[in-house]
């Protein structure tokens, strides 16, 4: 191929790809600030409920009863709504508004605290005794979390409302009391063009 015939084409290939890409347009958006395209549950959905939550968690008087200060692990959240939630996420802002709050001590749980006593174990074996953590030292959780994620839709004409419940409740591991129990409702109304596949 001549190389003016060459040029030519590959001039036309590059101004093809740039038009190409040029329909696609991204913003970069600020930290917090709400992006929601759909009535699908969103990252803000997780962070307004576990405010709220444990606002209202650590307003009752359990806070003030304990004998010690409150070591709160999370047993379960359950996910029975009508899309797929990543609670890990919910939970994870649930663990950082507990701990920002300075008012109790969040303790690991499941396999997360395995991987933790793997660690100590490996320690036991390969680290020096100065430095080694010991074995049977943990913090024990006095209160457990536990709770649900559901759903509720309704559509007619066009519209769909859907509303999103937590419901979330606080163990006393020692009296299996119930000392908190916690409901918080997200609704978001949308117009066809807009509904979560």
Known sequence: ????????????????T???????????????????LTDKWS???SQIVAEAMITDMLSFPWIEQADRKPAVTVQYVRNRSH?????????????RELLR?????????GDERERVRDEKLDQEMNASMETA?????????NFALSGMITSFVDQLQGKR???????LKL??????REVWNGQKQIRKVSSKSAFSL
Do not use: H
């Not at 329909?23 to 709400?34: F, H, L, N």
């Not at 953590?133 to 959780?141: Q, S």
């Not at 163990?171 to 299996?176: A, G, Q, R, T, V």
């Open 1 to 16: 191929m001549p190389a003016t015939l060459w040029k030519k084409f590959s001039l036309a290939l590059v101004l093809l």
């Open 18 to 36: 740039l038009v190409g890409c040029g329909g696609a347009q991204v913003k970069r958006v600020e930290d917090g600030k709400a992006t929601e």
């Open 43 to 45: 990252p803000q959905d």
């Open 83 to 95: 899309e797929q939630i990543p609670v890990d996420s919910f939970v994870n802002s649930i663990k």
């Open 101 to 109: 709050s300075g008012k109790v001590d969040f303790v690991v749980s």
């Open 133 to 141: 953590v010991d074995l049977g030292e943990e913090t024990a959780a």
């Open 161 to 167: 409302a859907v509303t999103y419940q937590v419901d």
């Open 171 to 176: 163990i006393d591991l020692e009296s299996n």
